[in-house]
């Protein structure tokens, strides 16, 4: 026995869990070591084959689905059968009611008055000014109105 | 110097149109469009129009019905 040998060297370990270099399964009954061996070379050959038949799947996933590009803000809608405000309680369409439950809440109508109420201060200015129309004095003197109790149309 | 708090386009007239043709209790939906750099006052009442399907409503009593009788 030579000492120094590779596979007499406690801390070379192979990766394919045998101990020697070339990656071959060793150590079963005659015979089932070459089949082994053969079936992992077919396998991973075959494993080859398949990545390169299909390289969109190593680089973009989604490149193979027909997806319609995002739009912006002003775009056409791509619904044209549906009026654009579908679900909201204003023009056109059906309103909030016709929403799923899951997405009926409270909270936007919160985020609302939030939102109108943290601007209240500088609208309430702004109606000051001599060229205020009647219509945006109208409108700040509902917000101020309803300032306390929340604005719930 | 002239008062440009409500000269068209300007923050507070977007407020007052948006406002006034999405109706008070979509007072902050109203606010937020207002924020949005539009082009020009022509484009923000397009929008409008679009999703209201009505003239836009808003500014001084002498223009506030532009719908012909």
Same mark, same amino acid.
């Given at each position: 026995m030579r000492p120094d040998a590779p596979q007499n060297n406690? /801390?070379?370990?192979s990766g394919t869990g045998? /101990? &020697? +270099?070339? &990656?071959n399964y060793t150590g079963f009954a005659y015979g089932e070591n070459s089949a082994l061996n053969n079936s992992r070379v077919e396998g991973n050959a075959a494993v080859a084959s398949v990545n390169a038949a299909a390289p969109s799947s190593q680089g973009d #996933?989604? /490149?193979?689905m027909n997806m319609s590009p995002l739009g912006t803000f002003m775009d056409p809608t791509n619904n044209p059968s549906e009026p654009i405000t579908a679900g909201v309680d204003f023009g056109p369409g059906p309103g909030s009611e016709a929403l799923p439950n899951a997405f009926k809440s409270d909270a936007r109508q919160d985020e609302n008055v939030k939102i109108a109420m943290s601007y209240l201060p500088d609208l309430s200015l702004a109606a +000051?000014? #001599?060229? /205020?129309p009647d219509s945006y004095k109208r409108f700040v003197n509902y917000l101020i109105q309803n300032s306390n109790g929340g604005i719930n149309g | 110097m002239a008062d440009v708090t409500f000269s068209p386009g300007s923050f507070f007239d977007n407020v007052d149109k948006f406002a006034n043709s999405l109706g008070y209790q979509n007072a902050g939906i109203a606010i937020e469009l207002a924020m949005i750099p539009w082009k020009s006052p022509e484009e923000r009442d397009a929008f409008i129009v679009g999703i209201t399907e009505e003239d836009v409503k808003g500014g001084n009593e002498k223009n506030y019905i532009k719908r012909n009788f």
């Open positions: 406690p /801390a070379n370990v045998g /101990a &020697g +270099q070339s &990656g #996933p989604y /490149a193979d +000051q000014s #001599p060229n /205020a | -």
